[in-house]
Each structure stands twice: as C-alpha cells, then as structure tokens.
C-alpha cells in the first residue's frame, strides 16, 4: 500500500499545525463558531448530540496493521474504547474533546493517517473496491489512480468551497463492489480496443432525498487526463451547482437540470481549455504510485487445501470468504454485525486483535468495506482456521457476509444530530430476530438510514428501512429491490410505513414472501424484480 | 469600501471604483470590474487588456464561485491586479492567493499576525495552478 514521502508526510503535519492553530483561534474567542465550522469540518470534526464526532479517513479503505493498532489505541486514548466504521471506509469516534483534537491528529499523522476532509462542502474521502488487488475479477488494481486523485483533492484551492460535499469513488471490475454509480463522481477503470486502461467516468450519482444512478459522461479518459478531466467536471460544478437550496445543491442536480448532454458539453469545453495549463502530473508519478501495489511475496506453495470438517468453520468459510486471485490464498472478510450488535462498530481490543492478524496472516494490510465490516485481503488457507478461531473468540466470527444479519446502519438518533429516528435498535432487533433463519434466507442486503440523509444507503438495499420523524414519532418506511452493483437499481417504497416493532414484523413478512415464491437459485432481489411489489404490498397491508 | 490589507504587487494599486460585469461593456474607459459569485468571469476576456483591476466579491466565505472566477482570469493571461473582497477571512488567504488573488481587501479586517502565518503556512502544494508554485508531482520528478 502507499506510503509516504516526505512531502506527503510534510503536507499532513502542516495540516495538523494548522488545525491546532485554528482550534487555538477559536478557543480565545477570535474565531466564531459560525467561522470554525466550515474549518472543523474539513478536519473531520461534527459537533453531535453528546459531543464532537470525529471521521479519520481511511484512504479507498486501505489500512497497514499499524495504522488499525493505532485506531484501537486511539479509541481508548481519545474516546469510549470503541469506533464506528462508517459507509464511505472510514471510522468515526463519537466522544470526542475540541481541545484534544490536535493531538489527536498529531498521533494519526504519525502513521500516515489524518482526517482531511472527510467532512466539509468540498472533495471526500475517495472509496474504492475492498477486494482491490486480491479480486480474481479486476482489469488491474484500482487504488493508485484513488491515491492519484487523492494528492490532487487534498487542499485542492479552487473546491475548498463547493456547493456540497463530493463524492468519489474508484473501480476496476464489472462488479461494482463499492456502489460507484451512486457517486458523484463514479471512475471504472476500462480497457479500449487497443488494449490501453483508462478511466469510464460516470457524474451525477447519489443517494439522499433525490437518489439517481449517475449517467456516464465519457467513456474513457486516458491515464495521462484523469486530474485535467477531473478538474474540467469539478470546476463546472462549482461555477454552476445550485448554492440557493441545500437539498439541491449536489452535482446530481445540476447534472440533471441541465441534462446529461449539456453538463458533458460543459465539462468537454472546460477540458479543452485546462489542456493548455499544464495542471496533468506526468505518467511517472502514477507508475511511482503503483510501484506501492504490487502484489505481495505470495508464498507459491502455499497449499489450496482447506480441512472443513469443523461445521462452524465451514459455515464462515463459505459464507465470509471470497476466491482470491492467487492459489492457496483466500479474501476473509471480518463480520462487525454480531447477533444483536451495532453494524459497524468495534471495541478497541478488537481493532487492536484485527490489526494482530492482518500483521501476522494477510501481509499487514486490511480493508474496510462500505457495508461496514473488514477484510484481510491475502490469508493463506493454511491459516485461515486459526485466524478464524482468533476472531470467533473475540466475537468477530459471525458467518453472515451480504446476509440479512450483514445490516448496514447509519449510527442514527442515538448518535446523530442529523436524524430522524433511531436505526441502530432497528438493526439489532431484524438481527436477533432473523438470526435463525440466516442461511434460509441467503443474499441480503439490508440497508437502514435514520433520516432522507441516507448514509445507510437504504435506497440501494434489497430491503431498505428509512426512518422518519411522523409527527413527533418515530415511523419506519419500507422500501424492495435497491441495487448498488453493476445493475444499480433504486428501492421502492411499499407503502405506509410502521412502528418499530412493526418494521420487523413487515421484514419478516417480506421475507416469507420470498420464501414462499421464490424459485431456483433466485435471491431475494431476483424474486422481487420477477413478481414486483404487488405480492410485497398484499402480504403487508391486507 | 474596504482597504487593501494585503496586496502583493510593485505597481500603484488602482482606485477608480470597479462597475459591474454588465455595466463595463457599455463603459470603454473603466478600467476596474467588480465579479459577483453569480457573473460569468468569462464575459470579460475579450477585454482583459483594458483592465487594471479585478475585484472578486466573496458575500458570504462559504460561496466559492469567486475562486474559480480569479483562476480562470489568470488562466486567460490577465496579469493585472485580482483583488478579493467581501467576507474575507484568515483561512481562506492561502486558497486564493493559489487560485491567483494577489491582493486582498476584507470587509473586517484580519489580524495581520494570523494572516502572516496563513500565507506563509504551506511549503508545498499538490496542484499545479496559476501561482507558478512548483506542485509536489513536479519536485518527484524533475524533467
């Protein structure tokens, strides 16, 4: 994975001086809050319901084991002894001190990390594939182009005042791993007819109170024009994105308001003119970053064997690991959605376990992945039982990847200021409940958001729960058939929503629905988009 | 109208007061142009060489249409006096002064210690833009 210079590493202790500058500025008064906000935000910082939030990026979710041991460490240095992992790839901490705050950043500075706009009306963190350079599937690794556009978003001078925040996100396979048409600006590395890789640029995609699949807007851009394209599309945005109204100030917006074709037209004659300014890195600063991802020293004899005689072993095998491109070496993915818990969440021992075994089984790397849960890219099936035992006795072995206890939840009423209505009792309850029926019930994506925000994602879950505020009470809509892979498809609302207990209940009877009809092989997605919404709607309300 | 804090230019700053975007077309002897969030910069390209002075309007700091508007006048070849107004703030010195701003005029005016150390704060830069700072990717690889 990347690592630093000493520019980089300059850059990010800058930034730290900086903040703690700022923080100072504003402790004596000189800085209002209305003037330090924008300030914090860009350095992670949300003022919450019980205290300050703060979000560390974790780069297109890629993580050394020291910075995961780092997280842990921080957690119970800074916080309540545990993190959130979110779904953009980041981790939050939610108890967080103003005034701790600098050295907080300091000590991530120290292992490479920071917390650089992972908030703020300007460019995110950029998400990719959590199976990057481990997938079978992928035309080459996504994530030096993500570092690539990562250098050039950071402090970028003309976008550290967008109408909105930005969303980016980077692929390189035709499963869509990482919801990229769902981005405001989605990246799928292609390959021409002539057999060159360059970049399928798609702009205008989100969720939210408007969700839209972003439309493609070039097909492909070559290596030596992804920052001169990329400036072209955020430069248009910000002349021309809506500053009038909040809830309208995205890219998919102004995308669809002036229609796909206009916005391309722009964004063509912008580029024609960036050309000419000289802004494009040369090629050998991307080659230099790919000389970090590099496969890792694969141990070529590494035996494709796997002794599955242990039913439970065998459960997680099957439903947590993932064929890896190299033989003998599996992709395992660390389930953080035990049987009644909060998705996402991990307690400072098992950040710190987690970080343990990356070092000693996967080559010191993990991911985290945008359903919230983490992966170690390259175990050896030779020691994917005992890692498996490790995390099975530190609660981080539940079997459920992409099942109906694999829920994805944003933290919700409890912990955001932001909702509507509380999604982490939600999640645990349809987890306890179904926990039975798991395997009976096969792929699911359950996606819960606690307001029209959507950072659970509901409108791209096979079941989506969204929770709204109806009238003074928490009221539970229910939404069928989302999709974030490459058949990206929207979740539609059922109809009236339900209580709390009554949102379980209506998940329960959407699933005996499925059961009921479903035929060969077919999940519940491909159930619903074959029958539609009338047998759900009947099932529901009678 | 608020005074030029910082300016970072040899030649006599101009005081003739700026006309609108509009207003300048019809007006062939202005020689300073005032850009709100809202105008078109580009509008006023074909007449860059009757300009002296282009102030940038920043009603609110959380509007960043002006940025672009200073870059791509510089972009043009515009090599006379950018100068930022408005709600100008200590954080944001650093930004515009890259996005091409080489004078600044906040309507409060800023400690001038704080916007020492903003101006000065960043050794190096990622972006090639219009300042003619050497980004990083260009210091990796020398040509």
Redesign the interface.
Known sequence: MYKY?N??Q??VD?RV??FR??VR?RLSG?LSEE?FR??RLQNGLYLQLHAYMLRVAVPYGTLSSAQMRLLGDIADKYDRGYGHFTTRQNIQYNWIKLEETPDLLADLAAVEMHAIQTSG?CIRNISSDQYAGAAADEIIDPRPYAELLR??S?????????PRKFKIAVIASETDRAAMRLHDIGIKMVRNDAGEIGAQFYVGGGMGRTPMIGPMIREFVPLDQLITYSEACL?VY??YGR?DNKYKARIKILVHELGKEEYTRQVEEEFQ?LLS???E??I??LE?IKTYFVDPAYDASASDELDLSDPDFRLWVERNTEAHKQAGYVIATVSLKPVGGIPGDASADQIRLMADLARDYSFDELRVTHAQNIVFPHVRKADLYKVWQALNAAELGTPNLDTIGDIIACPGLDYCSLANARSIPVAQKISERFAAKQEEIGEMKLKISGCINACGHHHAGHIGILGVDRKGKENYQLLLGGSEGADTSLGQITGPGFDEDGIVNAVEKATEVYLDKREDGERFLDTYRRIGMAPFKEALYG | MSDVQFRFRADEPVSDPAVTVDAFADQTNATAVRVEPGDDARELLPHLDRLRLIEVNFPAFTDGRGYSSARLLREAGFDGEIRAVGEVTVDMLSHMRRCGFDAFAPEQPLNPADAEAAFDRWADVYQATVDGRQPIWAKRHPA
Do not use: K, V
């Open positions: 210079d520019y980089d300059q850059m800058t001086e900086e500058d700022q500025r000189e003037q924008p300030l009306n250098q050039w950071s402090f970028h001078p003309e976008f550290l005042t967008l430069r910000n002349r500053r003119h300014q000289g802004i890195p040369p050998a600063e230099r």
